[in-house]
Structures are given as structure tokens and as C-alpha cells.
T-cell receptor, first 111, second 114 residues
Framework: DAKTTQPPSMDCAEGRAANLPCNHS???????VYWYRQIHSQGPQYIIH???NNETNEMASLIITEDRKSSTLILPHATLRDTAVYYCIVRVLQGAQKLVFGQGTRLTINP | DTAVSQTPKYLVTQMGNDKSIKCEQN?????MYWYKQDSKKFLKIMFS???????INETVPNRFSPKSPDKAHLNLHINSLELGDSAVYFC?????????????FGPGTRLTVL
């Protein structure tokens, strides 16, 4: 079973910031928060990951609360191409760890 | 260049047949995976191979047999296909000692069993 909880769907206007929440209240000390997305019919794509500090890359920012029980993925300027299902996954960093996908959040970017 | 490739992209077959799906990665990764995405869109791990050795084997019918001839290839053979095997099958790879250890997914193989 997935160790994360996400809202099933969200909408966001094109050009605005999309903020996707995730709850992972049972996260262990050595587990990281990973985000992937799946654009329609394609394979999932890695976005970002973090342990406890906020992270930013060219795709998104990840904000993790101090108690690490929740996080938010931020797409700063959403485009239509960001319409996808976004998955929040917790796992340890090293090793051949399976990704346990929950239902994810279906994000729709509206023009 | 495609990082993780799968063939075929689409596969339509009759119940009872045997079929194979092939996966290749050119990223030099040490681990490869098979995931199944059913009609309800849930993605679930099936198998994982690390350096040609099976390390993850979820509760999958033994009609499914993965084979890894080398680190760059992981094939999935399915015997006696059933209607419930209809799904999209994704191959993935990762470098487990890497700093990020993210998994790279292939484009998927849509299997339809009639």
C-alpha cells in the first residue's frame, strides 16, 4: 500500500503556480520524498526528490514541512503540458527500491 | 537517443497464447524493473533485476517469467494469456548507487488479450 495521501484531482490556470500537496505522516527517518508524473499514456517521469530541506530544480520546487509529515510540489508557472497525474512516493535513497504508486493527483491546467 | 525502449508498443493477441515483451536501456544502469498499469490506472511493481539477478518478485502468477540476458535487457514472457492480463506494461531502470536513484521509464507496451 502507498504510504502517501494526495487529493485525487486539482485544477490550475495556465501561467499560475500549481501547488500539489502530499501527506506522508508515517515517513521513516531514512526515507526520501520523491515526485513523479505521468503524462497521458506515457511512462512516469521523475520530477524531484528531497529528504528534509526544500529543493528546487528546473522543473519544480519541493517544500517539506519541518516534521516531514507532508510536502508540497510547486510548479511555478504551469503550462498546458504540465497536465498529468502527479505521484508522491516515499522511499529510501539507495538500493533497488520498488516505487509504490498511490492514486496520485490528476492536475489539469486550464487555458 | 531513447534511454529505455520497449517492443512492441502495442500487442493484441488471443487468450491462451504466449507472448514476450522486450526492454532495453542504454543508460548503463544496474537495475531494471517491470511495472503493470491496469485499466484503473494503478501502477504496480512486478519484478526487478539487479545485475541480472532477480531481487524483487511481487505476487505475480508464474505464467509471467522475466529474463535478463544482460544488464541492459529485461524481457517479460507471458504464458497462457488471460483476459485479465490486458494492461500497459512499463519497463524502468535505475542506477541504485546513484545520488538520485530515480527510475527512468520506457514508453510502455499496451497488451490487449481478446
Amino acid at each position: 500500500d502507498a504510504k502517501t495521501t494526495q487529493p485525487p484531482s486539482m485544477d490550475c490556470a495556465e501561467g499560475r503556480a500549481a501547488n500539489l500537496p502530499c501527506n506522508h505522516s508515517t515517513i521513516s527517518g531514512n526515507e526520501y520524498v520523491y515526485w513523479y508524473r505521468q503524462i497521458h499514456s506515457q511512462g512516469p517521469q521523475y520530477i524531484i526528490h528531497g529528504l528534509k530541506n526544500n529543493e528546487t530544480n528546473e522543473m519544480a520546487s519541493l517544500i517539506i514541512t519541518e516534521d516531514r509529515k507532508s510536502s508540497t510540489l510547486i510548479l511555478p508557472h504551469a503550462t498546458l503540458r504540465d497536465t498529468a497525474v502527479y505521484y508522491c512516493i516515499v522511499r529510501v535513497l539507495q538500493g533497488a527500491q520498488k516505487l509504490v504508486f498511490g492514486q496520485g493527483t490528476r492536475l489539469t491546467i486550464n487555458p | 537517443d531513447t534511454a529505455v525502449s520497449q517492443t512492441p508498443k502495442y500487442l493484441v493477441t488471443q487468450m491462451g497464447n504466449d507472448k514476450s515483451i522486450k526492454c532495453e536501456q542504454n543508460l548503463g544502469h544496474d537495475t531494471m524493473y517491470w511495472y503493470k498499469q491496469d485499466s484503473k490506472k494503478f501502477l504496480k511493481i512486478m519484478f526487478s533485476y539487479n545485475n541480472k539477478e532477480l531481487i524483487i518478485n511481487e505476487t505475480v502468477p508464474n505464467r509471467f517469467s522475466p529474463k535478463s540476458p544482460d544488464k541492459a535487457h529485461l524481457n517479460l514472457h507471458i504464458n497462457s494469456l488471460e483476459l485479465g492480463d490486458s494492461a500497459v506494461y512499463f519497463c524502468a531502470s535505475s542506477q541504485t548507487s546513484g545520488r538520485v536513484n530515480e527510475q527512468f521509464f520506457g514508453p510502455g507496451t499496451r497488451l490487449t488479450v481478446l
